[in-house]
């Protein structure tokens, strides 16, 4: 499968893109992209922090983790299909992260390949 890293698009930067398939796929800082956040909300985000550096990390990285949904929706109502893997887990499970992406991009280049005429 050919690809390419850090292509911008849109305003976006993901990190591979496949572009005969349309996929993308974000590997995602669990701490800047809000790993916690998004799995145990915002009590659990606050209370990873001490209480000087609170307000300045969690407004920041409430406003990461808006920014990559927004930049999802975007990119999506353009035609592509987003894949957001957290990079813990890439780490963990590398070949299981690269059996999630092919088979993602083996799906989309079939739906996407012109149905040849039959006669």
């Known amino acids: 499968m050919r690809f390419m890293t850090h292509v911008?698009?849109?305003?976006?930067?993901p990190d591979i893109v496949f572009s005969r398939?349309?996929?993308?796929?974000?590997?995602?800082?669990?701490?800047?992209?809000?790993r916690i956040l998004l799995e145990k909300g915002m009590q659990g985000l606050k209370r990873t922090f001490r209480n000087?550096?609170?307000?300045?990390w969690?407004?920041?990285?409430?406003?990461?983790?808006?920014?990559?949904?927004?930049?999802?929706?975007?990119?999506?109502?353009?035609g592509w299909a987003v894949?957001?893997?957290?990079?813990?887990d890439v780490l963990r499970d590398v070949n299981g992260a690269a059996?999630?992406?092919s088979?993602?991009?083996l799906a989309r280049?079939?739906?996407?390949?012109?149905?040849e005429d039959v006669a």
């Open 8 to 13: 911008p698009l849109f305003g976006c930067t």
């Open 21 to 34: 398939a349309k996929v993308l796929v974000f590997v995602d800082g669990d701490f800047w992209h809000g």
């Open 52 to 56: 000087d550096a609170r307000a300045f």
């Open 58 to 78: 969690v407004l920041k990285i409430a406003r990461n983790v808006d920014r990559d949904a927004r930049q999802s929706r975007l990119l999506r109502r353009h």
């Open 83 to 88: 894949l957001r893997l957290w990079e813990k």
């Open 99 to 101: 059996a999630i992406v």
């Open 103 to 105: 088979q993602r991009v």
């Open 109 to 115: 280049r079939a739906k996407l390949k012109p149905q």
